[in-house]
């Protein structure tokens, strides 16, 4: 079993719509969670980074921890087209220091 | 603030040849981190380095690859003898010292081409 499970997709959307993302995790050592976002050829790019169970919002994203059940989730709310990329999500443990554990990524794709 | 800079962008090498991936983390930052990415995969961990020093290499095949983060410089991560399945692109990230108040952000990657 793999320690960052996420759907790979492909999740296609119309523009405006609410996109939600999503990871599950194993081991309950993670304790610092990000998102990146990935164009195609480019390097990740940080877009959210939380520490404690909850929500964190940004503009139009949301990112959501539950630890209790180990899952976190990405809202994107009216989304564009150039929302279209590959959405990771990322962990690590106890320090924000120290290798991150990558999900497999979601390709999205918002059309117009 | 300059972000995460390598070189080169693209390298296509011939089997058994060596490939040298170059690594500028940000301004102050003094961790390096390099990851793989595999076609249709995510990001896998290789290496963890400070300066001079080696953190964690558990993600480092055990042979025909090292890294280095010298003191003055780059960091290398050095593959020798390359066969055609560490074709791939390579990413770099750095974090600041402050534990706690930042992660990792990603450079351009270098995608390696064996033939």
């Known amino acids: 079993q793999k320690e960052v499970e996420q759907d790979p997709g492909p999740l296609s959307v119309p523009e405006g719509a609410i996109v939600s993302l999503n990871c599950t995790y194993s081991?309950?050592?993670?304790?610092?969670f990000m998102w990146y976002r990935q164009y195609s050829r480019k390097g990740p790019e940080l877009l959210m980074y939380?520490?404690?169970?909850g929500n964190k919002e940004d503009g139009r994203f949301t990112a959501q921890v539950d630890k209790s059940s180990k899952y976190i989730s990405l809202f994107i709310r009216d989304s564009q087209p150039s929302d279209s990329a590959t959405y990771l999500c990322?962990?690590?443990?106890?320090?924000?220091?120290?290798?991150?554990?990558f999900g497999r990524g979601t390709q999205l794709t918002v059309w117009p | 603030n300059a972000g995460v800079m390598q070189n080169p962008r693209h390298l296509v090498r011939r089997r058994g040849q060596e490939a040298r991936l170059r690594c500028s983390p940000m301004?102050?930052?003094?961790?390096v981190y390099w990851y793989r990415q595999l076609p249709e995969e995510g990001l896998k961990f290789m290496v963890y380095l400070q300066k001079e020093n080696i953190i964690d290499e558990s993600g480092m095949p055990k042979e025909r690859f090292s890294a280095e983060f010298p003191k003055e410089g780059p960091s290398i991560l050095r593959i020798q003898q390359v066969v055609r399945g560490d074709s791939a692109a390579y990413f770099c990230?750095?974090?600041?010292?402050?534990?706690?108040?930042?992660?990792?952000?990603f450079g351009p990657g270098t995608r390696l081409t064996v033939l």
């Open positions: 990322a962990m690590n443990k106890g320090s924000t220091l120290g290798r991150l554990y």
């Open positions: 301004k102050g930052h003094s961790h």
């Open positions: 939380t520490y404690s169970s």
């Open positions: 081991n309950s050592a993670f304790q610092y």
């Open positions: 990230a750095s974090s600041p010292d402050a534990i706690g108040t930042d992660t990792q952000y």
